[in-house]
């Protein structure tokens, strides 16, 4: 259902006005992790202030050791509808866990599935069954065939309304955090109908990458870009090397808008 095959136009996903894959670029900002409320209230005025209307923020956080932060879950969720709503952004959020799907609804615009759990079936089934968007992220180890394939598992379920998401993949290179599959994006354009999003944030875990690798996502076809913004990285729950504050912010968006003049 997935594939272009089936259908030669492009997806557009409508999230409440904002369109993603219509030809025009979009950017999904937000801090790694929801903190606080004044935390993502400063976050979401930045975007504001760029034209932007897709904040992301993690409330149910995936880490790596049991000891880290783990997220304000449900809290979060809250948090980041009230600023949403204050400001008119449509907030997208991770979800780990099908039992939370339903509780999702009622808080976000885009339910995000991350990269650890792009094969987690049930999950994508719960997500399949509901009536939301979905940004679904490559796994980390995962194929282009397997993640075109987790999108299948959602869309076969009745829910066409994906967007993909490239967010690096695992090899031998430890000069970035993950090795940002460029090609990726046209291959996934070419195969599937459905718009793609880069997050250059998580592929490089470098803040001096962000801006290139941007430029290149936007060259390359991406329909957004993904990258986190926090008021204080210096002092963030999580990702605190390579969230963006918000002067670094604007520069970027500068950066770009410059850039995509001459492209
Ligand atoms: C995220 O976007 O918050 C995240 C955890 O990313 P990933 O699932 O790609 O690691
Ligand atoms: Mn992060």
Redesign the pocket.
Known sequence: LVSRKKKSDDTVVDVNGTKVGDGNLQFVMGP??VESYEQVKQVGLALKEQGITLM?G?AF??RTSPYDFQGLGVEGLQILRKVGDELGLQIIS?IVSPQDIETALEYVDVI?I???NMQNFELLKAAGSVDKPILL?RG?AATIEEFINAAEYIMSRGNGNIIL?E??IRTYERATRNTLDISAVPILKQETHLPVVV?V??STGRKDLLLPCAKAAIAIGADAV?AEVHPDPAVALSDSAQQMNIPEFHDFMAELKGAAVKL
């Open positions: 790694c992790a992301r993690g956080k995936p991770e995000q991350g990269a650890r992220k980390l998401c967010r690096g997050d944030t998580h993904m």
